[in-house]
C-alpha cells in the first residue's frame, strides 16, 4: 500500500488536505508509532491507526469506506499522543465517516439513535410526556431518599441557577443514577431544573463525523437552556459530551452560549470547596482506582476534578497505570458502544484496559462517563475480574452528609 499511487481527486484527500501542515495525512512517515498506541493492537487483531492513516492519504476512499475498520476505529486519539507529525486520528475518522454517511454506510443502531434524538431530542426516543411522566415518578421516590415532602425533581422551571442535562440511561435503565444526582442538586441548596424539551447530554453526529448534525444536536442543547434563563448548565457524567458542550460548543454554533458549562464532578468540587457539601469518606473505606474517559481527559484536559472529588468521598484514590494523558480507552469509544453487535469486538478492545485494572489487585474502580462506565462493568464481567465498577458522581452522593 506504501508504494501506491495517490488518487488526488478523491474526496477524502481533498478533504484532509484542507489541513494545515503538520495535522494532515499526506505527511504520514508510515513509521507505525501510532499503532503501538492502539487498544486493537494490544488486543491482538482489528483496524491499526496506520492503515487507517496510509488509506486517507493514498485517496483510497472506496477502500475505507467499504471498510470496518472504520467504525471499529475507537477515536481515543491515543495514537495522536506518539504520532511525530501530529496528525490527529479523530479528524480522519470523521471525515471518512461523513463520506461513508453520505454513502448510506452507518451502523443501523447508530443510525436509528440519530434519528431519535433529531425527532425527540432523545436517542432512545423519550417523547416529552415519556420524560414528564418519568420525572414525576421518580420525585416521589426522591422524597423518600431525602426525607422532605417538600422535595421534588423539577423541570423546565425558568430563571434558575442550574440546569442538569442527563444521560438518556438516567431516564431509562438507571434511574437509580438521576435519584443520586438530585440528592447533590438538593443538598446545594441552589434553584435548578431538567428541561423537557431537550433530555440528553450525547451527541452522534460528533462522533459519526456529520458537521450539520453536530450543530443540531448542540443547538437543541443550547436554546432550551437560553430560554430557561439559567446562569450554568450541569452535564451528567458522559465523556464525549462533556468535550462538544464544553470544549467545542463555541465554534460549533458558532457564538459563546450565555451559560457557564460545567461537569456534574466539577460543579461538586465547587460546592465543596466552599463548604455547601460535605461527605463522609468512611462510606467507602476502601481505595477506589480511576479511570480517565478519554473525551474528558485527554481531549479536553479533565484531569483533577474527578480525582479530587473521587478522594473526599473514600479512603483513597489508586491511579491506573498508565493515566492521565496516557491513559487507555476503556474498549467503548467513537461509537462502538452504542452498536448493539459490538460485543464482541469491545471484549477485544477492552482486554488492554482489563489488564491493567487487574494489575491494581482492587475491587472498586471509578470513572466520570456512564458509557466508560457501561463498558468497565461489561468488561469486569466478561474477563471475570470482580470489579464494582461506579462513577465518581454517584460515589459522592453515597457519602454526601445531608
Known amino acids: ?31 507505525g508509532a ?10 491482538e487483531g482489528g483496524p491499526l491507526p496506520r492503515q487507517i492513516i496510509r488509506m486517507a492519504a493514498l485517496g483510497l476512499d472506496e477502500l475505507l469506506v467499504n471498510s470496518d475498520m472504520l467504525w471499529d476505529c475507537l477515536v481515543c486519539n491515543r495514537c495522536t499522543q506518539v504520532c511525530p507529525m501530529g496528525i490527529t486520528m479523530d479528524k480522519v475518522v470523521r471525515k471518512a465517516r461523513s463520506l461513508a454517511i453520505a454513502d448510506g454506510k ?15 431530542g432523545d436517542v432512545n426516543g423519550l417523547t416529552t410526556e415519556e420524560f414528564v411522566e418519568t420525572v414525576e415518578w421518580v420525585s416521589e421516590e426522591f422524597v423518600d431518599e431525602v426525607d422532605d415532602p417538600k422535595a421534588e425533581i423539577p423541570h423546565d422551571i425558568k430563571g434558575t441557577k442550574l440546569l442538569y442535562l442527563p444521560n ?33 447530554v450525547t451527541n452522534w453526529g460528533y462522533f459519526v463525523g456529520k458537521d450539520d448534525i453536530t450543530e443540531k444536536m448542540a443547538l437543541m442543547v443550547v436554546e432550551p437552556a437560553e430560554k430557561l434563563g439559567v446562569e450554568t448548565l450541569v452535564l451528567s457524567e458522559c465523556g464525549h459530551g462533556y468535550h462538544v458542550l464544553k470544549y467545542l460548543l463555541e465554534d460549533i454554533i458558532g457564538r459563546k452560549p450565555e451559560f457557564e458549562v460545567l461537569s ?76 448493539s453487535h459490538s460485543t464482541p469486538k469491545r471484549m477485544i478492545t477492552g482486554k488492554p484496559k482489563a489488564d491493567q485494572i487487574k494489575a491494581t489487585g482492587l475491587q472498586n474502580l471509578a470513572t466520570a462517563c456512564l458509557s ?10 466478561h474477563f471475570k475480574l470482580g470489579v464494582t465498577v461506579d462513577t465518581v458522581a454517584s460515589l459522592a452522593s453515597e457519602a454526601l452528609i445531608l
Open 168 to 200: 438518556p440511561r438516567e431516564l431509562g435503565i438507571n434511574l437509580l443514577h438521576l435519584t443520586a444526582m438530585a440528592k447533590l442538586f438538593y443538598a446545594t441548596k441552589e434553584t435548578w431544573t431538567l428541561s423537557a424539551h431537550h433530555t440528553d
Open 34 to 43: 501510532c499503532n503501538s498506541r492502539c487498544p486493537w493492537f494490544d488486543g
Open 1 to 31: 500500500m506504501d508504494n501506491a499511487t495517490i488518487n488526488k481527486e478523491s474526496a477524502l484527500y481533498k478533504l484532509l488536505n484542507q489541513y494545515p501542515l503538520g495535522d494532515n495525512t499526506s505527511e504520514c512517515l508510515t513509521c
Open 372 to 381: 466508560c462506565h457501561r463498558q468497565l462493568g461489561e468488561l469486569s464481567k
Open 264 to 339: 456534574m464532578p466539577e460543579l461538586i468540587v465547587r460546592y465543596a470547596q466552599k463548604g455547601v457539601l460535605k461527605f463522609d469518606p468512611g462510606v467507602h473505606p476502601y481505595k477506589i482506582a480511576y479511570h480517565d474517559p478519554c473525551n474528558i481527559a485527554r481531549k479536553s484536559g479533565g484531569y483533577d476534578a474527578p480525582r479530587e472529588l473521587l478522594s473526599m468521598v473514600c479512603d483513597g484514590v489508586v491511579e491506573l497505570i498508565p493515566n492521565r494523558e496516557d491513559g487507555i480507552c476503556c474498549g467503548g469509544g467513537g461509537g462502538i458502544l452504542q452498536d
Open 106 to 120: 452507518i451502523p443501523e443502531d447508530v443510525k436509528i439513535g440519530i434519528k431519535r434524538r433529531l425527532e425527540t
